[in-house]
């Protein structure tokens, strides 16, 4: 199976910039997608960004279109989301996400890192 590993989480003031990693270990594919999803208190988990493991194709949810980018570093099995800009309304648990096959759901979730935006 494939292990995930968050970090880069923390709060910080509305306008600022943080940096999430997520490590990937274990029995991965070579065409695996890897994928950013939220949780905010009281609310559904959604959908943040994805990116296919040549860097292709990138997805992004329309709140973070512009504010958000995603990046990976193949020799690391690691992806980034920087975060720029950042709302209030973007404090929630971010975990990562893989996608074995780029099938469109999600296989393996890491436990998450805390991000607090205040004002």
């Known amino acids: 199976q494939v292990q995930l590993v968050e970090s880069g989480g923390g709060s910080v003031q509305a306008g600022g910039s943080l940096r999430l990693s997520c490590a990937a270990s274990?029995?991965?594919?070579?065409?695996?997608?890897m994928g950013w999803f939220r949780q905010a208190p009281g609310k559904e988990r959604e959908f943040v960004a994805a990116?296919?493991?040549?860097?292709?194709?990138?997805n992004y949810a329309g709140s973070v279109k512009g504010r958000f980018t995603i990046s990976r570093d193949n020799a690391k099995n690691t992806v980034y989301l920087q975060m720029n800009s950042l709302k209030p309304e973007d404090t929630a648990v971010y975990y990562c996400?893989?996608?074995?096959?780029?099938?469109?759901?999600?296989?393996?979730w890491g436990q998450g890192t805390q991000v607090t935006v205040f004002s």
């Open positions: 996400a893989v996608d074995l096959m780029d099938k469109g759901t999600y296989d393996y």
């Open positions: 274990g029995r991965t594919f070579k065409t695996y997608v």
């Open positions: 990116i296919s493991w040549s860097g292709a194709r990138t």
